[in-house]
């Protein structure tokens, strides 16, 4: 491990944060840059981490650069934002930025993921940890139902949470989970069957020959005139509801291939969402995907 890191390039990573009021709620902006010490920007994932507890998640751009959208709690915070490194820079961790939220009586929730970034190699699963946190949960006069889900997948990927739906009560604290389950694929070749290729020809060859006899004998014969057109009718239904029907490739030549799930490392969106039949509550955090 020492020697493979000695090969790669050190890195510096820096954060700034941008808080501002939103609907009663405090946004903080999170800007990440990443550069190796040539200079050039990096490529991989960061997470962010509050106090040393992972928030959220990004990749990085052609730029070496993150920017991450988070509501924050009321109090104060220090972020500091951690590279995880790629194949030829070595991961690093940013000076710890300060912030701080002022109090709110909206109620609301927070989510948050750990950890913040996953790799998987197409065919595997992962889990994360979805948490939603109450906020001023003492103003709910009735429980609080969320929703979660996600996007920014990569093609050839899902994800699952369970429970897919939580439940916030009034006066609760503590933070309610979900298991968030990222599954990839694996690509995987079409199964041929190679009887049913000799079945095929056992039909086709000696239809062949005769049409070729009888095409031979049409001179001599002029009846066979008609019985070579009847013939070749025949052959040619037989052949459109064979080789040139969905169902007989399938049987024949086996299902498609299935590609694999795309290498690279993507940004998935984790929702949280919640409504009373008037106004809606929807927070979001992040997780960097890395597929190699």
Known sequence: ??????????????VTVETR??????????AVTVTGEDGLPATGAVAISDYGSQLAGAALNAQGQASIV?????????LTAVYAGDATHQGSTSQASGAQVQASSTPTFLVSVAPATLSLTPGQSGTVTASVTPQNSDALTAPMFVTLSCSGLPDQ??????????????????????????????ATASAAHPRSNLVAWAFLLPGALGLGGLAW?????????????LALVGLVTMLGTTACNPRYNYYNHGPPTNPATPAGTYTVYVYAQSSNGVTAITNYTTIALTVK
């Not at 020492?2 to 990573?13: G, H, I, K, V, Y």
């Not at 298991?179 to 694929?185: A, D, G, H, K």
Request: hydrophobic share 35%.
């Open 70 to 78: 988070l509501a924050l709690p009321a109090g104060d915070h220090s």
């Open 1 to 14: 491990m020492a020697a493979e890191n000695s090969q790669r390039l050190a890195t510096q990573t820096a």
């Open 157 to 186: 990927s899902s994800c699952t949470f369970t429970p897919e739906n939580v439940e916030i009560l009034p006066n609760a604290t503590t933070a309610i989970t979900s298991l968030m389950v990222i599954t990839t694929q694996e």
């Open 217 to 229: 004998g049409v001179r001599r014969r002029p009846w066979l005139n008609r019985l070579t057109l």
């Open 21 to 30: 009021d939103q609907g009663g709620r405090t946004q903080a902006t999170i």
